[in-house]
T-cell receptor
Framework: GAGVSQSPRYKVAKRGQDVALRCDPI?????LFWYQQALGQGPEFLTY????????KSGLPSDRFFAERPEGSVSTLKIQRTQQEDSAVYLC?????????????FGSGTRLTVV | QKEVEQNSGPLSVPEGAIASLNCTYS??????FFWYRQYSGKSPELIMF????GDKEDGRFTAQLNKASQYVSLLIRDSQPSDSATYLC?????????FGTGTRLQVFP
């Protein structure tokens, strides 16, 4: 596709429920990033893939968060046993090269609300 | 913990004026700096990046970098109501970006 695609656009989860958020990067893009943006805050880094390799997961807030990119294209961010503090917009970005380069393009995000 | 600081605003400027958005960062070794614009309910979009000290101009936008003062700014000339948004400053930290909380800009007619 023309841009980074994320689904679902909105997700409401009951506390304790597991959720899976999907990111389709721009075709051929090597690098894929996940960020979390709480209301009124800037995006915060979660994790980074280069092809299928997860090179940095230092931003994942707890072991309830898990991300994968098994074939080096589509990525899934999974959150187990969701808590209210997980409510945020989850942004995915991709870039062509294996380095940050000249910045990257974000998808439209998934807004997660935990009730 | 590397930090990026921005005034949350709002910064209100009249249409046609110059809007000046400022950002400071804590890591003296930082090399790459980015400005993103984020409309309400939308995802951030890249406006400009700057690596070298001095000014970089792109249309109505000018990014300014002063590494000695650990300061980066974004000037928007001839501000338009459509420029009303939150502007996020970001600094590269190895493989990721560290974002500030953003400055909300309001351009009134």
């Amino acid at each position: 596709g023309a841009g980074v695609s994320q689904s679902p656009r909105y997700k409401v989860a009951k506390r304790g429920q597991d959720v899976a958020l999907r990111c389709d990067p721009i075709s051929g893009h090597v690098s894929l990033f996940w960020y979390q943006q709480a209301l009124g805050q800037g995006p915060e880094f979660l994790t980074y893939f280069q092809n299928e390799a997860q090179l940095d997961k230092s931003g994942l807030p707890s072991d309830r968060f898990f991300a994968e990119r098994p074939e080096g294209s589509v990525s899934t961010l999974k959150i187990q046993r969701t808590q209210q503090e997980d409510s945020a917009v989850y942004l995915c970005a991709s870039s062509l090269s294996g380095t940050l380069g000249n910045g990257y393009t974000f998808g439209s995000g998934t807004r997660l609300t935990v009730v | 913990q590397k930090e990026v600081e921005q005034n949350s605003g709002p910064l209100s400027v009249p249409e046609g004026a110059i809007a000046s958005l400022n950002c400071t960062y804590s890591d003296r070794g930082s090399q790459s700096f980015f400005w993103y614009r984020q409309y309400s309910g939308k995802s951030p979009e890249l406006i400009m990046f700057i690596y070298s000290n001095g000014d970089k101009e792109d249309g109505r936008f000018t990014a300014q970098l002063n590494k000695a003062s650990q300061y980066v700014s974004l000037l928007i000339r001839d501000s338009q109501p459509s420029d009303s948004a939150t502007y996020l400053c970001a600094v590269q930290d190895t493989d990721k970006l560290i974002f500030g909380t953003g400055t909300r800009l309001q351009v009134f007619p």
